[in-house]
Antibody, heavy 123, light 108 residues
Framework: EGQLVESGGGLVQPGGSLRLSCAAS????????MNWVRQAPGKGLEWVSA????????YYADSVKGRFTISRDNSKNTLYLQVNSLRAEDTAVYYC????????????????WGQGTLVTVSS | EIVLTQSPGTLSLSPGERATLSCRAS??????LAWYQQKPGQAPRLLIY???SRATGIPDRFSGSGSGTDFTLTISRLEPEDFAVYYC??????????FGQGTNLEIK
């Protein structure tokens, strides 16, 4: 079924930046759109961003548009999320999630998820 | 953006009982609705997609129903490992994908 392993989280000051990574294995990475979903401490799930299998199209939640950038390197089977201009409200566990069906972003659910990486924004 | 409202917020039941969780959408999502289970410290796990199809490896005590705006997740006989938080998610008008706020299923 495959595996997703996130990394890159940590403690960062407000206004700072991080690059999150998600290493994929066990499936044909370029054949599937990928997503980032976050969960603030004690809160629910919030979709953050999506990218098509080719990397040609990207989508963002309004709350992160202009600050976050999703990308992928299909040669390395790795998904990225560059997070800039961080705010306290960005503190969350960030999960990468693989869609079930194919390379397009749209009517597809999250087939499985990585274990997440924690981003803490605090001075 | 489609808003999903889950009820109840917390459900207290005993092992062996039947659990019924509800998810209501602010507009029709057809059958493009999924359910996820999340245990403390773990990632969400897909249970149901297409409103009523069980994901691979999910026990048949879990079932989903509904279409349009009203959906239900039913757990026929609760096992100790079923106590967790459950989220619904729509993927009809997406992105943005949206989730319900969750139902906490706790042991009574």
């Amino acid at each position: 079924e495959g595996q997703l392993v996130e990394s890159g989280g940590g403690l960062v000051q407000p206004g700072g930046s991080l690059r999150l990574s998600c290493a994929a294995s066990g499936f044909t990475f370029s054949s599937h759109a990928m997503n980032w979903v976050r969960q603030a401490p004690g809160k629910g799930l919030e979709w953050v961003s999506a990218i098509t299998g080719s990397g040609g199209f990207t989508y963002y939640a309004d709350s992160v548009k202009g600050r976050f950038t999703i990308s992928r390197d299909n040669s390395k089977n790795t998904l990225y999320l560059q997070v800039n201009s961080l705010r306290a409200e960005d503190t969350a566990v960030y999960y990468c999630a693989k869609v079930a069906v194919g390379p397009s972003v749209g009517r597809d659910y999250f087939h499985y998820w990585g274990q997440g990486t924690l981003v803490t924004v605090s001075s | 953006e489609i808003v999903l409202t889950q009820s109840p917020g917390t459900l207290s039941l005993s092992p062996g009982e039947r659990a019924t969780l509800s998810c209501r959408a602010s507009q029709s999502v057809s059958s493009y609705l999924a359910w996820y289970q999340q245990k403390p410290g773990q990632a969400p796990r897909l249970l149901i997609y297409g409103a009523s199809s069980r994901a691979t490896g999910i026990p048949d005590r879990f079932s989903g129903s509904g279409s349009g705006t009203d959906f239900t997740l039913t757990i026929s006989r609760l096992e100790p490992e079923d106590f967790a938080v459950y989220y619904c998610q729509q993927y009809d008008s997406s992105p943005p994908y949206t989730f319900g706020q969750g139902t906490n299923l706790e042991i009574k």
